[in-house]
């Protein structure tokens, strides 16, 4: 299940289930959307965005999903496997705010086998 | 290079004292950006680069933290007369000219005693 409080929401899911992770955004000016995974000790890596001008984006076992009426963008992620374990991060970015991303608290995502 | 590399990887200083991070971008990205990861929170932006210039420095927290980027590619992150709360993981990532897709590098574990 999921907690939330000083620590990081946590979502706990069985092996070869789906997992979705939301994310509630901040800025409605906010166009370009990526969603990144952190393992412990390394960099957010990418796993897939999305532009405003889209709905959906489908990638490999993750799909995005952005609803811009309520801010809301979710990762789903197909037949979760232990190596799925890690951070997930939503970030923004405002198109006329230059590169810079905006991150969202981000959701441990926990994988039992 | 291949991708983005930051040094020192792990760094524990003493209160007070100055301390200096660097990044090394991937080669063609013009644009760099600095970020703060305190324990178990988001990446907190701190400055954007665009070439060597820095058209967006709203994140620093305190007239401590400077950067600069020379040649268009590596920069350096300094703070001066470290506290205990500059304490984090600091990360470093790039992009193409005009995108925002952010390629990480490991990050900077800054500890200050």
């Known amino acids: 299940g999921e907690s939330v409080g000083l620590h990081l929401p946590t979502l706990s899911v069985q092996e070869g289930d789906n997992s979705i992770i939301n994310c509630a955004y901040s800025n409605s000016a906010s166009d370009y959307f990526i969603w990144y995974k952190q393992e412990s000790g390394k960099g957010p890596q990418f796993i897939i965005d999305?532009?405003?001008?889209?709905d959906k984006r489908q990638g490999q076992r993750v799909t995005v999903l952005l609803n811009k009426t309520v801010k809301h963008l979710s990762l789903q992620i197909a037949a979760t496997q232990p190596g799925d374990s890690a951070v997930y991060f939503c970030?923004?970015?405002?198109?006329?705010?230059?590169?810079?991303?905006?991150f969202g608290q981000g959701t441990e995502l926990s994988v039992k086998p | 290079g291949a991708g983005v590399s930051q040094s020192p990887s792990n760094k524990v200083t003493e209160k007070g004292k100055d301390v200096e991070l660097r990044c090394d971008p991937i080669s063609g990205h013009t644009a760099l950006y600095w970020y703060r990861q305190s324990l178990g929170q988001g990446l907190e932006f701190l400055i954007y680069?665009?070439?060597?210039?820095?058209?967006?420095k709203s994140g620093l927290p305190s007239d401590r933290f400077s950067a600069e980027r020379t040649g268009g590619s590596v920069s350096t992150l300094t703070i001066q007369r470290t506290q205990q709360e500059d304490s984090a993981v600091y990360l470093c990532?790039?992009?193409?000219?005009?995108?925002?897709?952010?390629?990480f590098g490991s990050g900077t574990r800054l500890t200050v005693v």
């Open positions: 999305i532009r405003s001008n889209m």
């Open positions: 990532a790039s992009s193409r000219a005009g995108g925002s897709l952010h390629t």
């Open positions: 970030a923004e970015n405002v198109g006329n705010q230059g590169g810079k991303l905006i």
């Open positions: 680069f665009q070439g060597n210039s820095a058209p967006d």
